[in-house]
């Protein structure tokens, strides 16, 4: 199976900074993967697909690039409602498997 | 939008079989293009890629949980279904039912569009 390692697996910043978040791929996977944000009690909710695509109706703050093996999630401007835990999914091949989670928490 | 809900028993004995439904409404499971899905995520980590269902053809399990896992679709109620045995403390989770769709533009390739609210699922004596 593909392992992500995602990474930090916390994060503390301040609502309009600008963060980042990274996953590096065991093997190459093109550009096949996800990101998802999750709020406590709440199913994980897609940001992006095929590394940059944003999902319809997500902010245009969160953006997402890299192929290959390294893949990042940038989100700008920091909203109050960004706080959440996210994950990346790589969905190259079965089985799919997830990044550890990054928490982002307010400084 | 699609719509799916998770449904099921909350209290699982050990070695007991898991058994979840997930009722879809505001769209259909029939026909091809739509993988019907089921990921669980244990408390307090990732989630985890259980499988997939799609119309007419064969599901795909996770190697992981292959020996144990069954994922059925019914066409004429639209729901879909997954059954886990011989349960253990490793098998406590709160499932989820998803649905995954074509990328416009990209054969083969496919996201996950829709997800149920999640069920918590507690295995123990």
């Known amino acids: 199976a593909v392992r992500v390692t995602q990474s930090p697996s916390s994060l503390s910043a301040s609502v309009g900074d600008r963060v980042t978040i990274t996953c590096r791929a065991s093997?190459?996977?093109?550009?096949?993967l996800a990101w998802f944000q999750q709020k406590p009690g709440r199913a994980p909710e897609l940001l992006i697909y095929?590394?940059?695509t944003l999902q319809s109706g997500v902010p245009s703050r969160f953006s997402g690039s890299g192929s290959g093996t390294d893949f990042t999630l940038t989100i700008n401007n920091l909203q109050p409602e960004d706080f959440a835990t996210y994950y990346c999914?790589?969905?190259?091949?079965?089985?799919?498997?997830f990044g550890q989670g990054t928490k982002l928490e307010i400084k | 939008q699609v719509h799916l809900q998770e449904s099921g028993p909350g209290l699982v004995r050990p070695s007991e079989t898991l058994s979840l439904t997930c009722i879809v409404s505001?769209?259909?499971?029939?026909?091809?293009?739509?993988?019907w899905s089921w990921l669980r995520q244990p408390p307090g980590k990732e989630p985890q890629w259980v499988g997939y269902?799609?119309?007419?053809?064969?599901?795909n399990y996770n190697p992981s949980l292959k020996s144990r896992v069954t994922i059925t679709l019914d066409t004429s109620k639209d729901h879909f279904s997954l059954r886990l045995t011989s349960v253990t403390a490793a098998d406590t989770a709160v499932y989820y039912c998803?649905?995954?769709?074509?990328?416009?533009?990209?054969?083969?390739?496919?996201?996950?569009?829709?997800w149920g609210q999640g069920a918590l699922v507690v295995v123990s004596s």
């Open positions: 998803a649905r995954e769709v074509r990328v416009p533009g990209r054969l083969g390739k496919y996201y996950f569009d829709s």
């Open positions: 505001r769209g259909s499971v029939s026909g091809g293009g739509q993988y």
């Open positions: 269902v799609e119309d007419g053809e064969r599901p």
């Open positions: 093997q190459g996977i093109t550009d096949d």
């Open positions: 095929s590394a940059s």
């Open positions: 999914l790589q969905d190259y091949n079965y089985p799919y498997t």
